[in-house]
């Protein structure tokens, strides 16, 4: 295999052209190139948010009462013999206990708010007056 210097030389320039082509074909469209790079990084961050959303709602599906959790406490309610509206008259006796002992509590708290301010009035006459 002797070759001439003209066809190493015809050799040499195809491949440098081969390899010039390959090297700068990547780089054809660089625009499209890095609007696809931001759009790939957006839908990894959308898909992290949606992952995050995913995984605070199972948390809050976790602390809810599920079917089971409901029929059973049903079966307990039906074994006391109790029915569901007088344990809504029982919660209704007990919110109005509530707020009859916050409105006295609120009375109470009245009277106190009053009774310091006599005080502070009756020790800042004899402070002055000294």
Known sequence: MNYDWIEIAIMVFIVG???YVVWHGGAANPTSTGKLGRVIVQVKQDMRDIEHRVESIEQSLKK????DDIRLLDERIKANGVSADEIGKMVERDMATIRAEQRGNHEIT???REGVRRLEDFF???????
Do not use: D, R, Y
């Open 17 to 19: 052209v081969l390899a």
């Open 64 to 67: 809810m009462a599920s079917k």
């Open 110 to 112: 009245l009277q106190t």
């Open 124 to 130: 800042l006459a004899k402070g002055v007056g000294k």
